[in-house]
């Protein structure tokens, strides 16, 4: 599903050089893979990377078998909108729309006619368990609330990969055991492939495929 | 339509910030709205002055009329003038043609002699289409004018409207026997005597200094002017179609001269410029004032939003998407501002008009005007149109910032 070629993403931070350097990895269809790894290990940016968020200097990102890294930013918009998913550590959703309207945006932005987007929509949010809150605000909504209804916004459009950059860290253990349950059983169930970057320990424990990283450099992997 | 929604709740979001925005737009376009107004009843009030005052819609002329000294004198004229005007009557587009004579000479009471301009006109025609009449309302309140009245209709009566300034001038009355003197059409010198049957307030000091109004039967006698005309006046039952007309009535009357009343009421043509000149000013300021104001509403909400710009990008909105966003935003500031202007408008319009406020005497004029600001949709149409220019305009450089973000730095911003 998503190939990381001997990808490199170099910066400048407070002085030093930091990014990835060389990374090759391998998530196949219907996998949770975690990016593992302590903070400045290059996770986020690598996350970044997948998803189309930015590009790399060197090396190559293959999506469902195709290299897309070097499209036009067009082109990755385009891809962004219909084959990729994200969820944030922040949670992200849009203040001014409830949670029904947050899941619809992306839909609405593909074209979809407003009927079908409420109803697949409210479908996302009935798989998250949020349909009783479709109505309300972000504002209205506890952390965990908020981070299903990113992981609804996520789902909706049927997207080959989502990407979610530390989805736990803004939430208790009582709530991110539960959210990261539901990820590993959409995985299972539907077929969607996960690609988290998280340092959580109970993150990790659940993933199918752990790629651990340290200063940039792909140290480990490991799969369960 | 999503784009659109997504703008309309943004702007509720700041719903403070929002009314002050809306607030400069409603005050930019009331502000416009009213001069364009009070323009339009000046203008209205010139041209109206200017037509009604002698002009008519079109004036014929003796060709060259204009060229060189302005004669006063039957020198250059229309020779059959009044078999002229008796043609044009006959156009179906034409509702009446009031022949004119223009002359100057002395005016003596006594020992006393001044110089003055004289029209003569057609009394019985002269009131029911032009103001010169109602100049007498004026007349008879000034010293010596009780008692004034229009020019008899007789062909016979020998009788004179004098200037309020002309007539203090020679000390004369309502009343008066007076001589007016002037020169022939072949060159000699005649007179013939006259009475004050009314004093007339023209409106400019100049005019009433020097101006008098006599019947064209009294003028013939004065001047041996027989069928000569100095011009035609010619009213136009369809005022709005008077540059048509003015083209037409051209061909069909060659070796004469055929002015519209606005190429020939210059007094109208500088005010006009004037007001273009000020208002123009005005409005630019004001439409930089929203400008700014709007900008400045719009970039900080951007600065506000940026992390929400990041996600929106990643999750595949392009640029152009985000320019568009903020053009709809400046699209219904635009809008609704302009609905409320209007509104303000019309409300103050008729406040102000209800309160028959009396503005002072223009300069060179002796007698102020009522307010009565005009209800231009045209105007309205056009302010709205400008200001939702400058709130597109306003848009663009937020929409520009918005759309240039890089995402992962966006995704970072606090």
Same mark, same amino acid.
């Given at each position: 599903?998503?190939?990381?070629?001997?990808?490199?993403?170099?910066?400048?931070?407070?002085?030093?050089?930091?990014?990835?350097?060389?990374?090759?990895?391998?998530? %196949?269809?219907?996998?949770? /893979?975690?990016?593992?790894?302590?903070?400045?290990?290059?996770?986020?940016?690598?996350?970044?990377?997948?998803?189309?968020?930015?590009?790399?200097?060197?090396?190559?990102?293959?999506?469902?078998?195709? /290299?897309?890294?070097?499209?036009?930013?067009?082109?990755?918009?385009?891809?962004?909108?219909?084959?990729?998913?994200?969820?944030?550590?922040?949670?992200?959703?849009?203040?001014?729309?409830?949670?029904?309207?947050?899941?619809?945006? %992306?839909?609405?932005?593909?074209?979809?006619?407003?009927?079908?987007?409420?109803?697949? /929509?409210?479908?996302?949010?009935?798989?998250?368990?949020?349909?009783?809150?479709?109505?309300?605000?972000?504002?209205?909504?506890?952390?965990?609330?908020?981070?299903?209804?990113?992981?609804?916004?996520?789902?909706?459009?049927?997207?080959?990969?989502?990407?979610?950059?530390?989805?736990?860290?803004?939430?208790?253990?009582?709530?991110?055991?539960?959210?990261?349950?539901?990820?590993?059983?959409?995985?299972?169930?539907?077929?969607?492939?996960?690609?988290?970057?998280?340092?959580?320990? /109970?993150?990790?424990?659940?993933?199918?495929?752990?790629?651990?990283?340290?200063?940039?450099?792909?140290?480990?992997?490991?799969?369960? | 339509?999503?784009?659109?929604?997504?703008?309309?709740?943004?702007?509720?979001?700041?719903?403070?910030?929002?009314?002050?925005?809306?607030? +400069?737009?409603?005050?930019?376009?009331?502000?416009?709205?009213?001069?364009?107004?009070?323009?339009?009843?000046?203008?209205?009030?010139?041209?109206?002055?200017?037509?009604?005052?002698?002009?008519?819609?079109?004036?014929?002329? !003796?060709?060259?009329?204009?060229?060189?000294?302005?004669?006063?004198?039957?020198?250059?004229?229309?020779?059959?003038?009044?078999?002229?005007?008796?043609?044009?009557?006959?156009? !179906?587009?034409?509702?009446?043609?009031?022949?004119?004579?223009?002359?100057?000479?002395?005016?003596?009471?006594?020992?006393? =002699?001044?110089?003055?301009?004289?029209?003569?006109?057609? !009394?019985?025609?002269?009131?029911?289409?032009?103001?010169?009449?109602?100049?007498?309302?004026?007349?008879?309140?000034?010293?010596?004018?009780?008692? =004034?009245?229009?020019?008899?209709?007789?062909?016979?009566?020998?009788?004179?409207?004098?200037?309020?300034?002309?007539?203090?001038?020679?000390?004369?009355?309502?009343?008066?026997?007076?001589?007016?003197?002037?020169?022939?059409?072949?060159?000699?010198?005649?007179?013939?005597?006259?009475?004050?049957?009314?004093?007339?307030?023209?409106?400019?000091?100049?005019?009433?200094?020097?101006?008098?109004?006599?019947?064209?039967?009294?003028?013939?006698?004065?001047?041996?002017?027989?069928?000569?005309?100095?011009?035609?006046?010619?009213?136009?039952?369809?005022?709005?179609?008077?540059?048509?007309?003015?083209?037409?009535?051209?061909?069909?009357?060659?070796?004469?001269?055929?002015?519209?009343?606005?190429?020939?009421?210059?007094?109208?043509?500088?005010?006009?410029?004037?007001?273009?000149?000020?208002?123009?000013?005005?409005?630019?300021?004001?439409?930089?004032?929203?400008?700014?104001?709007?900008?400045?509403?719009?970039?900080?909400? +951007?600065?506000?939003?940026?992390?929400?710009?990041? +996600?929106?990008?990643?999750?595949?909105?392009?640029?152009?998407?985000?320019?568009?966003?903020?053009?709809?935003?400046?699209?219904?500031?635009?809008?609704?501002? =302009?609905?409320?202007?209007?509104?303000?408008?019309?409300?103050?319009?008729?406040?102000?008009?209800?309160?028959?406020?009396?503005?002072?005497?223009?300069?060179?004029?002796?007698?102020?005007?009522?307010?009565?600001?005009?209800? +231009?949709?045209?105007?309205?149409?056009?302010?709205?149109?400008?200001?939702?220019?400058?709130?597109?305009?306003?848009?663009?450089?937020?929409?520009?910032?918005?759309?240039?973000?890089?995402?992962?730095?966006?995704?970072?911003?606090?």
């Amino acid at each position: 599903m998503l190939q990381l070629e001997r990808i490199t993403r170099a910066y400048e931070l407070g002085g030093e050089r930091a990014g990835v350097f060389g990374v090759t990895l391998e998530v %196949p269809k219907g996998c949770l /893979a975690v990016l593992a790894g302590p903070s400045g290990s290059g996770k986020t940016t690598l996350l970044q990377l997948a998803g189309l968020l930015d590009v790399p200097d060197e090396g190559e990102v293959r999506l469902g078998g195709e /290299a897309v890294s070097g499209l036009a930013e067009q082109a990755r918009c385009d891809l962004r909108l219909r084959r990729l998913g994200f969820v944030f550590q922040a949670f992200n959703l849009v203040p001014v729309l409830s949670a029904l309207e947050n899941v619809m945006l %992306p839909l609405q932005l593909q074209g979809v006619a407003e009927g079908e987007a409420r109803t697949r /929509a409210e479908a996302a949010l009935e798989r998250v368990g949020l349909s009783d809150r479709r109505h309300h605000r972000p504002g209205q909504l506890s952390g965990g609330q908020q981070q299903r209804a990113a992981i609804a916004r996520a789902l909706a459009p049927d997207p080959l990969l989502v990407l979610a950059d530390e989805p736990t860290a803004s939430l208790d253990h009582a709530h991110g055991g539960p959210l990261m349950d539901l990820m590993v059983e959409l995985a299972q169930e539907r077929g969607v492939t996960f690609l988290v970057a998280s340092h959580d320990p /109970a993150v990790i424990a659940r993933a199918h495929r752990v790629f651990r990283l340290a200063d940039g450099r792909l140290v480990g992997e490991e799969r369960t | 339509m999503i784009l659109a929604r997504l703008a309309l709740r943004n702007l509720l979001r700041q719903r403070r910030r929002t009314a002050l925005t809306l607030m +400069v737009i409603v005050a930019g376009f009331l502000a416009l709205s009213l001069a364009g107004g009070f323009m339009a009843q000046t203008f209205q009030g010139l041209s109206d002055a200017a037509i009604r005052g002698g002009l008519g819609h079109l004036q014929v002329l !003796p060709p060259g009329a204009l060229e060189g000294d302005e004669a006063q004198s039957l020198e250059k004229a229309l020779p059959d003038g009044e078999a002229l005007a008796a043609r044009l009557r006959q156009d !179906p587009a034409v509702a009446e043609v009031l022949p004119r004579i223009q002359f100057m000479g002395l005016l003596s009471s006594g020992p006393k =002699s001044v110089a003055f301009l004289g029209t003569a006109v057609d !009394p019985a025609l002269e009131p029911r289409f032009m103001a010169t009449a109602e100049a007498m309302e004026g007349g008879a309140k000034a010293p010596g004018g009780a008692g =004034s009245r229009w020019l008899a209709a007789d062909p016979a009566a020998r009788e004179v409207l004098l200037g309020t300034g002309l007539a203090r001038a020679l000390g004369a009355s309502v009343g008066s026997s007076l001589t007016l003197m002037s020169t022939t059409r072949d060159g000699a010198l005649n007179a013939v005597d006259v009475d004050v049957v009314g004093l007339q307030d023209l409106g400019l000091r100049e005019l009433n200094d020097r101006f008098l109004t006599v019947s064209l039967a009294t003028a013939d006698q004065l001047l041996d002017a027989a069928q000569a005309r100095s011009r035609l006046s010619v009213v136009l039952r369809r005022p709005q179609s008077t540059a048509a007309e003015q083209a037409r009535f051209q061909t069909l009357l060659p070796g004469t001269s055929v002015k519209p009343w606005f190429e020939l009421a210059s007094f109208y043509r500088q005010v006009k410029l004037l007001y273009f000149a000020i208002f123009g000013f005005l409005g630019l300021v004001l439409f930089l004032v929203v400008l700014l104001a709007t900008a400045n509403t719009l970039l900080m909400s +951007v600065m506000e939003r940026v992390r929400e710009f990041g +996600v929106l990008r990643a999750m595949g909105l392009q640029p152009r998407q985000l320019l568009k966003l903020l053009q709809w935003e400046g699209a219904f500031l635009g809008l609704l501002g =302009s609905a409320l202007g209007l509104a303000a408008t019309l409300l103050l319009r008729a406040g102000l008009n209800a309160l028959h406020l009396v503005m002072p005497a223009p300069p060179g004029t002796s007698h102020g005007y009522e307010l009565n600001i005009h209800f +231009v949709p045209l105007v309205y149409f056009i302010v709205a149109l400008g200001l939702q220019a400058t709130l597109q305009v306003s848009a663009l450089f937020p929409g520009i910032k918005a759309a240039r973000l890089r995402i992962v730095e966006a995704l970072r911003h606090v």
